[in-house]
């Protein structure tokens, strides 16, 4: 989410799936080639060889590989609907949404997996935090249940790619702002038995026990009871996510974490210096770490000259590759969370031109794959497996107030 008030792999498939997707493909690329408005043409079928060469490359990939994106704002733009505000129903995804996100967008953009951002602002914090984030936790899992067909949530990384395998988009719930467990580990293993699987650190505020990107520093970084936060999220199996925190709050973290770290949309600092960027010294430490950063499009964050274009979304992507190296970026867009878009990636309708774009510059097919989904999926499975590690260790009864002092 960027807007602030009211907002901002898998193991390949077996073979015969494989040929199945292709198949599939082709046909619907047969229906999306077809002529309009002319009567007497023949029914059109798709030539490969007169195909585009990259954009089959791109379609060929996000097939049998997930697209999984780090971050869309869908169950905000419900909330926020004027219309019929909360209405899942009103917001008919089988229909044309007045956002960047529906199901016909999402099938021709080959959305495999999706973090459907749970948002909220930081001013839920007057009306109860904890109360908005249940809220915006049942839109999402009504949006799930009213779209069976196209929607399955996923709770591990298994269950995505078997979504993704059953030809339904993997949804995954990602909090976005501390602020919504209101100091309280329980109240961040609740939100966890409900089914989220990310929670970004903080908004664009700071919270009681972080620093986030855009006000000036209180903390230094990551707070003691922060600190256990992280250390709670670690033993949940729940991502811990670092954009919009600060670069002190990153590297706290990630000197706290014992599970790989997500950036579920930020772009990289190092091309555009943006405080929502990830700067170059903690790319760095992403070897090591593991994590993965999954570039976003927010115009502002991606150039200064704008309108930005596909261009400026490459050269993060590829600036994050050549710092961080190619297991450690990924794809967070942000759709329904920005109010413009680059040139030529307007909705979530246009994955694969990004993708066939990357394939025009030389990117190989392999490095498609870690780009849409597989570099997500490592890190997931790595704090899946840190969870299991874990499991001896009781559930944190920490507050802060025992590890902060009293004073707040
Ligand atoms: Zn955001």
Known sequence: MYVSRTAEAGPPLHPRVEAMRHAVTLAALAVLLAPVGCASAPAARPDPAREDEHMALARRVLSTTPLFDGHNDLPWAIRDNDA???????YDLRGTTPGHTDIARLRAGMVGAQFWSVYIPYDAVEEGAARVQLEQIDIAQRVFERYPDVFQ???TPDDAVAAFESGRIASVMGMEGGHAIENSLGALRAFHRLGARYLTLTHSSNIDWADSCCEPAEHGGLTEFGKEVVREMNRLGMLVDLSHVSPETMHDALDVTEAPVIFSHSSARGVTDHDRNVPDDVLRRLPATDGVVMITFVPSFITTELPATIGD?????EHVRDVAGMEHVGIGADYDGISSTPEGLEDVATYPVLFAELA????SEGELRKLAGENVLRV?????DT???LRA???STATIEALDGSGR
């Open 153 to 155: 949530e996923a709770l």
């Open 84 to 90: 019929a505000p909360h209405d899942v129903v009103a």
């Open 360 to 363: 025009r510059r030389g990117w």
């Open 387 to 389: 969870r299991i590690r």
């Open 393 to 395: 260790r009781p559930a």
């Open 380 to 384: 997931w499975r790595k704090a899946e």
């Open 313 to 317: 979304v490459i050269a993060h992507i």
